[in-house]
């Protein structure tokens, strides 16, 4: 079997995600369609029979955790090797609903879901663990803000499928 680039096992990934989310959703009986990429801010459109749009952002991964920018989520400010920490970022979107996958080989895959605002907030308890009095510390990479989320960060948003469709009158 040929070797798959990193970019196509990415796409792979990517794809394979947003269509299962489509397929979850559809068993709940709400429409959906992903975008491939093309919207800047969401992967998904769900709706009802009415009409009533849900934006939804997913993100798969085949792995182990979710890699993560901190600073899209934080106030990060750089002194020389210090990372010091202002706070959570203002986010246009924080109750964008966000749908983390993990892909699992034996197809048990898993689903996360909650909005990034919940996100954003497991995002700082994490990124902050690791700082002393608001300042942290990077040896290898001042610079980096890259922050690991684990399935078990999100240990109550395994199969929160409620936060979808509570949105939504079933269809039928």
């Not at 907030?121 to 942290?136: C, L, P």
Request: glycine content about 8%; charged content about 20%.
């Amino acid at each position: 079997m040929e070797k798959m680039s990193t970019g196509y096992g990415t796409q792979l990934t990517r794809q394979i995600g947003e269509h299962l989310v489509v397929a979850k959703l559809g068993r709940r009986r709400i429409l959906a369609t992903p975008f491939a990429g093309n919207v800047p801010d969401y992967d998904l459109l769900a709706s009802d029979l009415s009409g009533h749009p849900l934006p939804l952002q997913v993100k798969a991964i085949n792995g182990l955790s979710w890699q993560f920018n901190a600073s899209s989520f934080l106030q990060i400010d750089s002194e020389g090797d210090r990372q010091i920490i202002r706070g959570k970022k203002k986010l246009p979107n924080s109750n964008l609903i966000c749908v983390l996958v993990i892909l699992n080989k034996n197809e048990n895959d898993a689903f996360y879901i909650l909005r990034k605002g919940d996100l954003q907030e497991i995002i700082f308890q994490k990124y902050t663990s690791k700082a002393r009095n608001g300042v942290r510390v990077r040896p290898k990479n001042p610079k980096s803000t890259h922050c690991t989320i684990w399935p078990e960060d999100l240990g109550p948003f395994l199969n929160n499928w409620n936060l979808i469709t509570d949105h939504f009158d079933p269809i039928g």
